[in-house]
């Protein structure tokens, strides 16, 4: 039996649902029953009957799906496949500037459990903006700083940003999308809110995985240049056979990357690695991760 059959086998015994996010590794994705971004995830996370979810995507994703089903078990099959902007807010001092400043806080998806359970509402990059804007009395955001400003231009809020990032975005230049833009001069550029300012302002849609993928497909273009992780290129390649799409290939994440079919069997083998949250912290993190869901697309 090859590692794809043994995978399915494993599946059904186990009543398990394999969640995976845009970025992941080709083979990976192939074997999912559910790929999205970040607020697709979640959104199939809570409602999922299953009784294990293997979560192929990075840490703070597989906790959002704990989080949301107490109850069940969530594999991660890669325990160190870490996301480093999720690292970047240190949950003492994150409390502290909220005490000082009496603000809310709105906590991007990419940030711990721990982190989750201090703010008031969560947001993905698919809402950003409407989460914010329900909050008139002004907030402060963690920690995505380039997301921060993106979500500035389109409200009046005061917004205390949190200098977060992520480093496979920030790794992405004006000079990248001008190069490629040279070579694809008819492509419509489109862009993720995590990238820096001076790329977005070079973008014709900007918007999380998931809605690059619903704009490509409404889309009368045929080409598409992606500023963002190189895993999408292949979902947006496979739904859209009839279109081009050019990523940038230095756009890797390193840890979404960790998780591999290997991992994926092992995991459901050895019911491996268990995601495990102190109960009061999950109860903390629910609220505002279900306003999230609630919330909706921007
Ligand atoms: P999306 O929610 O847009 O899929 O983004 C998640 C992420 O980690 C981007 O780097
Ligand atoms: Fe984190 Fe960036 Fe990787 Fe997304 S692409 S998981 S933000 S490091």
Redesign the pocket.
Known sequence: MDKIEKIKKLKKERNAIILAHN?QRPEVQDVADYIGDSLGLAIEASKTDASVIVFC??DFMAESAKILNPDKIVLHPEKHAR????AMVDAVALKKLKEEKKMDVVAYV?TTAEVKAIADMCCTSANAVKVVKSMPDGVIFVP?ENLGKYVKRFVDNEMILWPGF????QAMSPEDIIEMKKEHPHAVVMAHP?CMPDVIDLADKVASTEGMVKYAKESDAKEFIVAT?IGLCYRMKKEMPDKEFYCISHAV?P??KKITLDSVLRSLEKMQYEVKIPEDVIERARKPLMKMIEMGRD
């Open positions: 970025y995507g990075v996301c480093p902007m999720a990419n995505d992520c480093p496979t975005h995590e992780e994440c840890t979404m």
